[in-house]
């Protein structure tokens, strides 16, 4: 990752560091192993799955299934108990499955844009790594931006 001040140094030391690799770090040498590797292509997954058609259907499905068989059960405490628990481990599992993956796609982004601020000329290299700062710098900055963009819709 970058440091927290990001410059056109930096880039020069990529050049350093990778030379093989011209100004850019390496970014498919190798497929990562291990246990980490194994979560995130199993959160990937997952929350590519969870995400679909099919997976709604089925998920309405059950609950339908459930609420069919209310009367059977005479609307007893055990079978409101049944769908509680199982909507509230599902829920539980998906929030870090959702997060690893929320997680990569963010680290991914910001890298993206790095990338882009850091080979535009006249780019502002201080906003490599942004997301570092406090909320209250973000919201500055995003004030700055603002007023940019409102001075250039003005002089339309």
Known sequence: MHSKRHTRKAASRHARDFPEHGNH????????????????????????????????????????????????FGYSETWQLIVNTGTTIVTFLMVFLIQQSQNKDSRALHLKLDELIS???????????????????????????????HRKRQAR
């Open 119 to 149: 080979a535009m000329k006249g780019a502002n290299d201080e906003l490599v790594d942004i997301e570092d700062l406090s909320e209250e710098q973000l919201k500055k900055i995003a004030e700055f931006y603002a007023d940019i963009a």
């Open 25 to 72: 770090p390496p970014v498919r040498e190798e497929r990562p192993t291990g246990l980490m590797s194994l979560f995130d292509r199993f959160a990937g997954a997952v929350t590519t799955w969870s995400g679909s058609p099919v997976a709604f259907g089925l998920a309405a499905l059950v609950i339908a299934a459930w609420a069919i068989t209310g009367p059977v």
